[in-house]
């Protein structure tokens, strides 16, 4: 059986955030330790709760990240104060719903990933003993913020 057929079986977790926060770098490594996650870009979508459709996940981490932050990792964007508010305000559903919350501002991708295995494994979520294929990138970035 194909790893690809194998994550119906397996929890879904999703995961949304501000731009930047570390989605696309927390859904790979957790695919590449067998558990079925995957992002949603809601922070992009005036639809509240996106996060929850198509296919509703057993486990929702929500990560944050400080504007500072968001301007430090991605400096080819011009984050706006007015941006990340409208990125924050997207997110309010998934945030009163979220499983877990991080702010991913001073951490490295391999802590946040801890803080999430820890979660993962005091929560009981099944994942597989094989690697989930890899998903591409988000590309969630906004090169015409203003």
């Known amino acids: 059986m194909t790893p690809e057929k194998r994550t119906p079986d397996l929890p879904l977790i999703k995961v949304v955030g501000v731009s930047a926060s570390g989605k696309s770098t927390l859904v790979q490594a957790l695919r590449t330790r067998g558990y079925n996650a995957r992002p949603v870009s809601q922070e992009h979508s005036n639809v509240p709760d996106l996060w929850q459709q198509f296919d509703k996940p057993r486990v929702l981490i929500l990560l944050d990240v400080t504007l500072d932050a968001q ?6 964007v011009t984050w706006t104060r007015a941006w990340h508010f409208t990125e924050l305000n997207r997110l309010h559903h998934a945030r009163s719903r979220a499983d877990l919350q991080i702010n991913t ?4 991708p391999a802590q946040v990933l801890e803080i999430v295995l820890v979660f993962l494994d005091h929560a009981g979520i099944a994942h597989g003993d094989a690697p989930l294929p890899p998903l591409s990138a988000t590309g969630s970035a ?3 913020a203003t």
């Open 71 to 76: 301007r430090q990792r991605r400096p080819d």
């Open 105 to 108: 501002s001073d951490l490295a």
């Open 142 to 144: 906004r090169d015409d």
